[in-house]
């Protein structure tokens, strides 16, 4: 210790810098003071990627929001797990399994996430319940589901499609035969089976069969020879006759119909479907005819995300009121 306590008093008082320190420090002071240009208009928001415009940092803002209200609810609404009870008459609960007849009825509280009427002579299994996946199984009869999730956390299954919850509320019937029904009156489903997908937004139904693709989805208020038409076009080899009846009867708000059609049809058929849906609702700018005709991914997302009721065509503070309202219960 005496030895180090020498060489530090050795050490000279004052150490000469290199005679050309003093440019570097005065560079560097210079371009430290210099004004900073402005940053760009199109990356005030550090997370924004520079491609997107003003117009969609709205829906990005909206999308935060949704997602922040969703993680609330699922703390304030802690439900753990699956929980049945009565609602009407005396059901039969079961440790996976729900059966009611003609006078009876139950609610099924989805975890966290919403709850689930079992209508009258009704059948529905318990699949799975975790924080990554809610899953049932409507047999036959009737449920009514309210949910406010993240997309793809709810699901049901059905002896002819599956129905995957996009954030909504709707209703699905089960005939004795496995056929089914879907009208959403919130959000959107998805139905899939035999790779085939159907998206029903709200106002809008479905019917599926055992055995066959998704029926295409129709709206509330299409005219009925449209949906006996369309009915046959997918579940009864009505064919191209069919298929002329649609286009007939279609109006504006049979796009999204003549959109899925597109997928169900070829050659000379999708060009009669093309056509009809672009004198209905013109393709956006950046949307080829033959990249449609070819089925091309971007053309036809591209076209979805304008047509009247997709999700792209809803104001973002419209979609945000749908979910807290579905969620609360006022819808």
Known sequence: MAELLER????????EPPADLWPDVAAALAAAAAPRPLARPDRAWGFAPRFLSWRVRPAMAAACVLALSGTLALHLRNRPGWRVEA?????????TAISTDAAAAARITVGPIGEVDVGPASRVRL???????????????TIRARISAPPRLFAVETPSATAVDLGCQYTLAVDPRGGSLIHVTVGWVELSRLGTVSIVPFNMA???????????PFADQADDSLKAALYRFDFARGGEAALRLVLAHARAGDAITLWHLLARTEGAARAQVYRRLAALA??????SEDGVLR???SDLERWWNALPGSPGTLPWWQRL????????GVL
């Open 8 to 15: 530090v008093r050795a050490l000279p008082r004052e150490i």
């Open 87 to 95: 609602s009407a008459g005396a059901p039969v609960i079961g440790p």
């Open 127 to 141: 699949l799975a319940s975790g924080r990554l996946a809610h899953r049932l199984a409507l047999d036959v009869g």
């Open 206 to 216: 479905a019917y599926t069969r055992p055995g066959l693709a998704p029926g295409t």
């Open 282 to 287: 013109p393709p956006p700018s950046g949307t």
């Open 295 to 297: 089925l091309r991914g």
């Open 321 to 328: 009121a749908v979910r807290i309202s579905a969620w609360l």
